[in-house]
């Protein structure tokens, strides 16, 4: 089947594009088919457009009930659904849980750096020998 890209002079007719999903009337012959920028349109014939007719007219008969109950129930719940999304929001980081392999794995639990024989020190003296590094490394004062 022939395409038309948008743009294109065409003849008079009705053009759809399936994959942008949208449906174009030309008027006359020789006028350009606007549509959707890079969409490819196919001429759809006159005497199926005349079948389908009553078909989509039936379809938006039964179809606009539901969506305008549908449209009614989003309207709504929307201010429920942003409170709540807000609210999770704010306590999203409540949630997270904080899994550290390095502290898990890799460094030995107290208990068996004691079993080895080994003197744990104690917060205390750690940060003495912390303070003692870090005036080490800056050198003399000045």
């Known amino acids: 089947m022939k395409t038309f890209r948008t743009g294109q002079s065409v003849a008079y007719g009705v053009y ?3 994959r942008a999903f949208d449906v174009r009337y030309v008027g006359a012959d020789g006028e350009e088919l606007d549509g959707r920028a890079g969409a490819e349109y196919m ?9 389908l007719a009553p078909v989509a007219g039936g379809l938006f008969v039964i ?7 549908g ?11 942003s409170a709540l999304a807000n609210l ?9 849980v904080q899994w550290q ?3 898990a794995y890799l460094r030995p ?8 024989g080994a003197a744990v020190p104690t917060e205390a003296q750690q940060l003495i020998d912390l303070e003692r590094e870090v005036a080490a490394r800056r050198g003399p004062k000045s």
């Open 16 to 18: 759809a594009s399936l």
């Open 43 to 51: 001429r759809v014939p006159t005497l199926l457009m005349l079948a």
């Open 63 to 69: 179809a606009f009930p539901a969506l305008v109950l």
């Open 71 to 81: 449209l009614v129930v989003a309207a709504a719940t929307k201010p429920a659904w």
């Open 88 to 96: 999770a929001d704010k306590r999203a980081h409540l949630a997270v």
């Open 101 to 103: 392999p390095t502290a």
């Open 109 to 116: 639990p107290q208990d068996e750096a004691q079993a080895e």
